[in-house]
């Protein structure tokens, strides 16, 4: 189990937990959260939880947290596995060590080079 106190405005970045599912429980304040589900449909799935609320994420699909008010948030996680992993999206596409073509992430991305180039820039 994990606590996690969410600055105002604070942000769980999209991730996921490869070999765990996650049960999520707000404590403090009112967090959105979503995650979308895998291929073909890609749905996503979201809402603002309030204090005493319980969230599900099912395992390997990406999700991520956001305090939505002015004041602190605070929840409690568990996960179904002691050794869940954790992909940050971001970090893992654009941070990669040795990088990712930035002629690959532009067509995954249907972006211009230079776009994939500035995003790479920041990790």
Same mark, same amino acid.
């Given at each position: 189990?994990?606590?996690?106190?969410?600055?105002?405005?604070?942000?769980?970045?999209?991730?996921?937990?490869?070999?765990?599912?996650?049960?999520?429980? /707000?404590?403090? @304040?009112?967090?959105?959260?979503?995650?979308?589900? $895998?291929?073909?449909?890609?749905?996503? !799935? &979201?809402?603002?939880?309030?204090?005493?609320?319980?969230?599900?994420?099912?395992?390997?699909?990406?999700?991520?947290?956001?305090? /939505?008010?002015? @004041?602190?948030?605070?929840?409690?996680?568990?996960? $179904?596995?002691?050794?869940?992993?954790a !992909? &940050?999206?971001?970090?893992?596409l654009?941070?990669?060590?040795?990088?990712?073509?930035?002629?690959?992430?532009?067509?995954?991305?249907?972006?211009?080079?230079?776009?994939?180039?500035?995003?790479?820039?920041?990790?």
């Open positions: 189990m994990v606590r996690i106190d969410y600055a105002p405005w604070g942000l769980n970045p999209p991730h996921t937990h490869p070999r765990a599912t996650e049960i999520l429980t /707000v404590l403090e @304040g009112s967090l959105l959260v979503g995650f979308v589900t $895998s291929n073909p449909d890609n749905r996503f !799935i &979201t809402k603002v939880l309030k204090k005493g609320d319980v969230f599900v994420f099912p395992v390997g699909l990406v999700h991520f947290q956001q305090n /939505v008010g002015n @004041g602190y948030a605070v929840a409690i996680a568990a996960l $179904s596995s002691q050794n869940p992993g !992909i &940050t999206i971001a970090n893992a654009f941070g990669a060590n040795p990088p990712i073509s930035g002629d690959i992430l532009a067509k995954a991305f249907q972006v211009d080079k230079s776009v994939v180039d500035t995003l790479q820039s920041k990790f």
